[in-house]
């Protein structure tokens, strides 16, 4: 988990986001317990408000499950929920876009894959 945050979105939503990242690494596994809000608010230091925002966010899309007395702890079906959604919000949010870019520069698909190919390399 990253303890840097930036200003240009929610805290809590950083917070969520950070967590939601150890997921889809693998740092935490479908069952492993989360840190707690208290270990979150000393890690970020951030308000305890902001931290309960965050995992309660969590906590309703079903990434984490609460277990009572003992704390949150990673769902079976997170990995695969975050999948679903982050290639969905990357298709939307970047692919689209990308594809509208290249039709109003006259960019043909087999140049526009040339460019993703030359670019996938240079960045392994």
């Given at each position: ?9 929610p805290i ?19 069952n492993d ?28 899309e079903g ?62």
């Open positions: 988990m990253q303890p840097s945050l930036d200003n240009d979105r809590f939503l950083q917070i969520k986001q950070a967590i939601e990242n150890d997921i889809l690494t693998g740092l935490l596994a479908a317990q989360i840190p707690s809000n208290s270990q979150l608010v000393s890690f970020f230091g951030v308000n305890p408000v902001t931290v309960h925002r965050g995992v309660s966010l969590l906590l309703e990434l984490v499950y609460k277990k009572r007395g003992l704390g949150m702890f990673v769902s079976p079906e997170a990995p695969e929920l975050l999948r679903r959604k982050r290639q969905k919000d990357f298709e939307q949010g970047l692919v689209a876009p990308l594809i509208h870019q290249a039709f109003l520069l006259g960019i043909s698909r087999e140049d526009l894959h040339a460019a993703i190919d030359r670019n996938w390399k240079e960045n392994q």
